[in-house]
Structure formats: C-alpha cells, structure tokens
C-alpha cells in the first residue's frame, strides 16, 4: 500500500509571493502517477497538476510547476505570483499505474492536506 | 455539460437510519469512485467501479455497499448509520482511457447524530 505525507498543515504568504506546498509518498511501485488537488471553500475538487513517474521533465501549468525528486520520493508544488484565488487546501495524490493495478481502476491516495493562505 | 452529479448536497440522519447518496455522470465514463473526507483530512477511497455490474472495495468500504447497474449511476448506500460517518461523500468518474482525468461531483455533506 502506497502513503502521501503532507507535512504542512497550514501555510499563508503574501499576495504576488512564491510558496511551495511539500509531499512525500512511500510505494514499492515504479510506475505511477502523482497529483496536485484544489479545494477551494465550494469544496470542488480541481486538479491542478500531473506527473508521470516515469518523466524526468517536472510538469508546469502556467504558474504552478512541480519538483519531482523519485529517489526521495519526494512532490513539492512551487505557486508563482501567488493571487488571492489560490487560498484553498491543497492535497497531494498518488495513483498507480494502470500496469500496476491489474488494469483497473484503484483511484487516488491522498495526503492530508496544506491549507494555504494568500494574503493581501 | 452536468458532468457528475450528485444528491442531496445535505443531509442529516440519525442514528441507525439508512440512506442512499446518489451520483451520476453524463460523461460515459466507465470507472467510478467514492471517496469520503473526514474534517482535516484528505480524500479515502470507499468504493469503485470499473463498469457495470462490477465493483470493489477500497480502503474504507465498512458500513457502505454500491451498486453500478448502468454506466451513469453509481450510489452509495449506507446501512444503519453511525456518528463515525458524519463525513463529506466525494463521486468522481473517468474514463478508461484516461483514469489520470477524474472529475469529481460538488460533494454530499452527511451528518449523522
């Protein structure tokens, strides 16, 4: 069974400031893929970013990008130019590979969050 | 688009009631899931299904049973509902094809006293 550590309960910087939300995971797979969620107070549930274990290159999307460290097993999620809208809870996700799970569908295991607050 | 749906948004149950928590998706999508989140936790997965007529046990599946007798639906029903359940109650669905996708419905908050 695979676990997601977020050690950060509560982070808050300022308004336009860089932030990085840390994750750790613990899997005996090699093959998987992690996640960052949003949660903002409406409670939907929005992805914000991906990684396949399997790429070197750290994904980004726009002003979010990751810092994927295997051999640590490590997840953190960098925040550019921190806006207002980026107040919510974070959680950091793993799923298996398809390979790895007989094909199926095991979901996702998720961390217990970072509540992260912009202030202005 | 409605995407995943679900229903109530609310409820509260007493003690020893039952009751279903409906979901579903317009999307066509094979796989669903049902995950609960406790107060200052992160997501855990209950129930899932790969299609219809097939489903599993996650990691906290104990007091729950699903069915999936069609592609769109997927409830969830508690029996005898204890205080442990008070939780909010998570449907998402993606598509074989691209199961990193999954999109998750607005949430069921359940109390339960």
């Known amino acids: 069974a695979q676990t997601v550590t977020q050690s950060q309960p509560e982070m808050s910087v300022q308004e336009a400031e860089t932030v990085t939300l840390s994750c750790t995971y613990d899997?005996?797979?090699?093959?998987?893929?992690l996640f960052w969620y949003k949660q903002p107070p409406s409670r939907q549930m929005i992805l914000v970013i991906r990684q396949e274990a399997y790429k070197q290159q750290n994904a980004t999307e726009n002003r979010f990008s990751v810092n994927f460290q295997k051999a640590a097993k490590s997840f953190s999620l960098k925040i550019s130019d921190s806006q207002l809208g980026d107040t919510a809870m974070y959680f950091c996700?793993?799923?298996?590979?398809?390979?790895?799970?007989?094909?199926?569908?095991?979901?996702?295991?998720f961390g217990k969050g970072t509540h992260l607050i912009i202030q202005p | 688009n409605a995407g995943v749906t679900q229903t109530p948004k609310f409820r509260i149950l007493k003690i020893g009631q039952s009751m279903t928590l409906q979901c579903t998706q317009d999307?066509?999508?094979?796989?669903m899931y049902w995950y609960r989140q406790d107060p200052g936790m992160g997501l855990k997965l209950i129930y899932y299904?790969?299609?219809?007529?097939?489903?599993d046990k996650g990691e906290v599946p104990n007091g729950y049973n699903v069915s999936r007798s069609t592609t769109e639906d997927f409830p969830l029903r508690l029996e005898l509902a204890a205080p442990s359940q008070t939780s909010v109650y998570f449907c998402?669905?993606?598509?074989?094809?691209?199961?990193?996708?999954?999109?998750f419905g607005q949430g069921t908050r359940l109390t339960v006293v």
């Open positions: 999307m066509n999508h094979n796989y």
């Open positions: 899997t005996s797979e090699n093959n998987y893929y």
């Open positions: 996700a793993f799923m298996k590979h398809a390979i790895n799970s007989g094909g199926g569908a095991d979901g996702l295991t």
């Open positions: 998402a669905s993606s598509s074989a094809s691209r199961r990193t996708e999954a999109f």
């Open positions: 299904s790969v299609g219809a007529g097939i489903t």
